[in-house]
């Protein structure tokens, strides 16, 4: 299609060919998006905010400062399997997941909980290269089968940690509905209805 062409096959979102022509003008009012949020022109920079960006900071930098403060509590010689990484790692995917359900669908909604504590704390205390350097340490003084157990149970660790994680938050928002229910009952008949 071609931008001199008119009718209403012009106003299609197909690519437009650049012609000698000059752009028309973008039109004023409401823009015509069938209802849904607008898409934003803005660079990806600016839409971020400051605050949010210093939680992330701020939560990276407690979460790599606990695990390294829990690598040195608890080392792990080399050529043994490295437990304070793989205890780091399910617990962290563990505190995951039951954060998002908790933030998701329980909590008011926060602009700062999110990001402080998923992605800059919990981000920066899990780690996925010291789990591979481990396993590299592991594979290069011949323990192969510490190392596949290193990566195959941490896989299967961590995927058990979350679900438990999930499972838990759920609960405790079935609990919170639960709760609720019972309170409304109870102003709506009276304290002796449970």
Do not use: Q
């Given at each position: ?100 359900v908790y933030v998701l669908e329980i909590w008011p909604p926060t602009r700062y909980v ?55 938050g759920r609960m405790a928002l079935a609990r919170r509905v639960r709760l609720a229910a ?13």
């Open positions: 299609m071609r931008a001199d062409e008119s009718g209403p096959e012009s106003e299609s979102r197909e690519p437009t060919y650049i012609s000698d022509a000059e752009p028309e003008p973008e039109p004023r009012g409401e823009p015509e998006t069938g209802g849904g949020p607008t898409p934003s022109r803005e660079p990806f920079r600016s839409r971020l905010r400051k605050g949010v960006l210093a939680a992330v900071a701020f939560g990276g930098v407690l979460g790599g400062s606990a695990r390294y403060v829990l690598g040195l509590a608890f080392p792990t010689s080399r050529g043994t399997f490295p437990l304070t990484t793989f205890a780091i790692n399910v617990s962290g995917a563990f505190l995951l997941a039951l954060l998002l999110r990001p402080f504590a998923g992605v800059g704390f919990l981000g920066a205390f899990t780690t996925f290269s010291t789990w591979m350097v481990d396993t590299d340490h592991l594979l290069g003084h011949g323990h192969y089968a510490v190392a596949a157990f290193n990566v195959f149970g941490s896989l299967f660790a961590g995927l058990a940690a979350t679900a438990l994680g999930l499972a838990i019972r309170r409304s009952r109870a102003r709506r008949y009276g304290w002796w209805v449970r």
